[in-house]
């Protein structure tokens, strides 16, 4: 084996073994939301796109279908919890959380609340779990496809699909925050998957 070869399979160990580690801590911190867990995620992610960079072209066979499948778990598991660290860093606990995994805000009113009355609250934002899971899907199939137009589409449809849940100021922070830290980590692993495999 020449020196460019030992080069290329030591690039690809390094991508998988990487992507394989982030995917791991990926889904402990999907399950168990703990930032100790996500910070690993992260740092084997930023691994796996710098051996990505560098690798040479030569795709081995059974590499790009193992890197497109650990890619795609990293993007779709590790971007809640990097979702919620980045809401928990931005936001603290401010707004409390619903029965339904949105958050609860006040009922606007013409009317004025009485003193020492709490203002009705409804709950905004639910189902972000499961809508964040299919967001992630879509961005990092679009950018591993070679289509990142695809990305305008998914904050499109996101966009429209909230729009009417985002009257109040923190419904609308919390949806900027968390939809652009959830895309931003299926960005990166998608990147990871695209640079490996173009």
Known sequence: ????????????????????????FSVLAYLRPRPIHLWPA?????IAIVAAATVPDDVPTVAAPLVGLLGMAVAVF????AAATALQLAMGS?????????????VRSDEATPPGVAPRR??????????????????????IAGFP???????????VGRFTELEAPEARERFIIGTFASLIWACAAALAVHLSVR
């Open 1 to 24: 084996m020449n020196v460019v070869g030992a080069m290329s399979a030591a690039g690809w160990a390094v991508i998988v073994v990487a992507l394989g580690a982030s995917a791991v």
């Open 42 to 46: 992260a740092g084997a992610l930023a």
């Open 78 to 81: 590790g971007g809640s919890p």
């Open 94 to 106: 401010s707004t409390p959380p619903g029965a339904h995994g949105g958050i609860l805000v006040a």
């Open 122 to 143: 409804r709950e905004v934002l639910r189902g972000g779990l499961t809508i964040g899971v299919l967001e992630r899907l879509a961005a990092a199939g679009s950018i």
């Open 149 to 159: 137009e695809g990305l305008a589409i998914v904050v499109a449809v996101k966009g």
